[in-house]
Nanobody, 115 residues
Framework: QVQLVESGGGLVQAGGSLRLSCAAS????????MGWFRQAPGNKRDLVAIITSGGSTTYATSVKGRFTISRDNAKNTVYLQMNNLRPEDTAVYYC?????????WGQGTQVNVSS
């Protein structure tokens, strides 16, 4: 049973930083693509960043240059370093894992950025 547990959300002022973590279990983590998505109230869930098993990364245009996704296969953990946060980054952030073609999601962690 794949489980994803996010942590690190909270309230920060614009221009500040947060680091999200997602601990995965129940899968062969090192073989899987991991990612972060976010959903603001009234909006659909959107891609923030993806990292493949080989370490290749893809970012949403809105976060390029500000956010960095990384993974530690020894700890089965994926991270999202978020710098220069903006009020429009306010959302629930969800960890994502693609395991054998199936998508798994964490419960989400709230990020609030005040202006």
């Amino acid at each position: 049973q794949v489980q994803l547990v996010e942590s690190g959300g909270g309230l920060v002022q614009a221009g500040g930083s947060l680091r999200l973590s997602c601990a995965a279990s129940g899968s062969i983590f090192s073989l899987n693509t991991m990612g972060w998505f976010r959903q603001a109230p009234g909006n659909k869930r959107d891609l923030v960043a993806i990292i493949t098993s080989g370490g290749s990364t893809t970012y949403a245009t809105s976060v390029k240059g500000r956010f960095t996704i990384s993974r530690d296969n020894a700890k089965n953990t994926v991270y999202l370093q978020m710098n220069n946060l903006r009020p429009e980054d306010t959302a629930v952030y969800y960890c994502y894992e693609n395991s054998k073609g199936y998508a798994y999601w964490g419960q989400g962690t709230q990020v609030n950025v005040s202006s």
